[in-house]
């Protein structure tokens, strides 16, 4: 059965710099997402994208934040300049279609920003 | 402003106590209600969609019910295996991109 990757499963990085989270969202998908979870907290939506462009962003996801398909499969979202409140579980999520449609999710990036 | 809350924030069950979990909304339109299963340190796991009210939907142990202000997750004779995080979320009407809004979720401990 098709499946969300995620890599890497553990970052660890000081403050200041910049990571990049990967995903392989399921192939014949179109939509693509990042969710993060803080410790002990609800999931929150970060980015939707489709076609190339940022469909919806939240509040969270300032100019620190951005998102890229670099090729046919790879998914990114980098972070510029990481702050502790940065560290959480990094969800990438992906959907066939639009609306309601079933969103697929990753098993998550666990970021620590030190 | 758009919410999805969840009771209880945790349950404890003996093997084949059966239970219900809440997820209540509060949003401008409903366009589905999901329903996913976390385990510690993992992804959401997709259970289930609700499009409509009196919609209902069964797997194995589990049943998941819409109203037009909530949805319940029917849990029937659980087994430890069904211990996990049980979360709701929902999909709002108007939303440009089909974000989900997810409550805090419920944690279930299926005790033998």
């Known amino acids: 059965e098709p499946e969300v990757t995620q890599t890497p499963s553990h970052q660890v990085t000081q403050m200041g710099q910049e990571v990049i989270l990967r995903c392989v969202p399921i192939?014949?998908?179109?939509?693509f997402y990042w969710y993060r979870q803080i410790l002990g907290q609800k999931v929150e939506f970060l980015v939707s994208?489709?076609?190339?462009?940022?469909?919806?962003k939240s509040e969270i996801f300032d100019d620190q934040f951005s998102v890229e398909r670099p090729d046919g499969s790879n998914f990114t979202l980098k972070i510029r300049s990481t702050k502790l409140e940065d560290s959480a579980m990094y969800f990438c999520?992906?959907?066939?279609?639009?609306?309601?449609?079933?969103?697929?999710f990753g098993p998550g990036t666990r970021l620590t920003v030190l | 402003e758009d919410q999805v809350t969840q009771s209880p924030e945790a349950l404890r069950l003996q093997e084949g106590e059966s239970s219900s979990l809440n997820c209540s909304y509060t949003?401008?339109?409903?366009?589905?209600l999901f329903w996913y299963r976390q385990d510690p340190g993992k992804g959401p796991e997709f259970l289930f969609t609700l499009y409509s009210a009196g919609e209902e939907k069964e797997k194995e142990r589990l049943k998941a019910t819409l109203t037009k202000k909530e949805s319940f997750l029917h849990i029937t004779a659980p087994k430890p295996e069904d211990s996990a995080t049980y979360l709701c979320?929902?999909?709002?009407?108007?939303?440009?991109?089909?974000?989900?809004?997810f409550g805090g979720g419920t944690r279930v401990l299926v005790k033998p």
């Open positions: 994208f489709y076609n190339n462009e940022i469909s919806e």
């Open positions: 192939s014949n998908h179109l939509y």
């Open positions: 999520a992906s959907s066939r279609g639009t609306g309601a449609d079933t969103q697929y």
């Open positions: 979320a929902a999909v709002i009407k108007g939303a440009a991109g089909n974000k989900l809004t």
């Open positions: 949003v401008s339109g409903l366009r589905g």
